[in-house]
């Protein structure tokens, strides 16, 4: 490349309802079991890539801050990855924000690469399916699959490296399901959740996690289609302690729930045997995801923000795929 | 019988570390797998048996109170069973007594069937092999099985109702290890022990947790038999998780944590990481077994006694087998 090329992108998180836990293949990122999502709107990254004609100089400016750290490099080995598969030579600049802060219980990972992709493609010049795009953003983190197409969404295990993307079964608009965030700490998870993904299989556990997970998808999928509440509710809890079940007997164990992410889970269950549409899903941190139908949506957030254990509450709504804001090139 | 015969006899109740959760044959009480425990001295079960010859006269008092209730039919039920299988006629008068009130986190299902068993058997002037009072108590409560022998036990699963009985492999003063209880909630638990082993099977992780017992098992005894407080402590917290885990997976889930019982596991976790010898272990219910060795457990209990939601803490050292302590015939 002899010019600059820029494009900005913007990509939502998402929230799992059957969980992404370990790898078949840790350098692919190819997931031992598929997953099923929906995008939260409200709630991005915006990430803008310049390429330059320049080796060994990429650059990210994280949150308004130079940083050189962990991210970093995490970025750039992201980075390598595109340059040899879409044969993209130069130095990328990056910068990126999230407009929701740290630690307010959403994994960011998921839409930073997803935007990160879609920009990075986007500035060289280049045209890719979603499929595609999704394949790739899957190798940066491998819930940010998930968070290029929009509305509820199905990651394929995949058997190779092009098998594994993620899909729209349904639309933002197809059901109006709100997930209300219990902040319950602030505090950095110890844990990241690659380090995670592979204590997996040091669980006895996690064979038989993987070996229902198609059915459980199977079964989440057609509740969601069908917008039947009950269902949902049944297989998105299940399946969400299933995880953590897997989580705290792998060696060493990894505890994510504080007490009062236990003191939530049993005030959800209960809200829902009095006739709350509500239901709980946990990723791997300690704040508890409370999805619940926008009928039932202000009560459960009041009740949620009267609990002494719950220091911050947020929510959001069905988002779309990740998108390009605006382009330079 | 023409004449009244009566017996007393004493049974400890046992904290198991490899625990026993599911059955293979629910009506013999046949374990899913093999499991391994130590008696708690101090905290005991007292019981006198008195044959009466008088058909359809069995009589319950408990704890100083006239039972017809559901404790009344467990016994009455496990009374045909023995007078089937020993050839006992006539009706029994049944004086029982726990030195430990409910709701203390001690399962008193264990001590009450063992020296149920002993004294009845000892009234009806049979004299039987601990084997044999161990494979009969186990059929009024699975774990009574183990508060017949002494010290630290082992019960075998074995496939008929004959060779699954409980024996002790290091008799009480082996190890000076302490169960040092960190009670959270004196509140009956809702679910009983009974149900819950009904429900094991229906946790797609049940499998795995049994598959792995003996395993671990083998290292248990092990640890014990050579002192080594590492391996016991990641061998029985490890235990302890999966049983919950399986626990909280099965449908419905049964969760028994609370959150202080969290808030325990936690800082008991820390405390080893610090030095303390100290592990935890949890039944189905809420309360936390700590097990460190002696020369801790003053500062084990000082320990919990300051966390704010543990409303009360015992401690009970490795106690012997079930005794008789007193006949008249």
Known sequence: ??????????????????????????????????????????????????????????????????????????????????????????????????NFPMGAGIASSASSFAALTLAAVSAAGIQLSERALSTLARLGSGSAARSIPGGFVEWFTGQSHDESFAESFAPPDHWDLVDIIAVVSSEHKTVVSQEGHRSANTSDLQAARVAGAAERLAACKTAILSRDFKRFAEVVEHDSNLMHAVMMTSRPPLFYWLPPTLEVMARVRQWRADGLKVCYTLDAGPNIHCICVKNDAEQVRQELSALSGVVDVR????GGPAALVDVNG
């Open 1 to 98: 490349m002899s010019e600059t090329h820029s494009a900005t992108a913007r990509a939502h998180p998402n929230i799992a309802f059957i969980k992404y836990w370990g790898n078949a293949d840790d350098n692919l990122r190819l997931p031992a079991n598929p997953s099923l999502s929906m995008n939260l709107d409200g709630l991005y990254t915006q990430t803008t890539v310049t390429w330059l004609f320049e080796p060994n100089a990429d650059r990210l400016i994280l949150n308004r801050q130079p940083d050189t750290g962990t991210a970093f490099r995490r970025v750039s080995a992201f980075l390598n990855i595109l340059r040899a598969r879409l044969n993209i030579t130069g130095s990328a600049q990056i910068e990126s924000f999230n």
């Open 315 to 318: 929510a959001a709504l069905p």
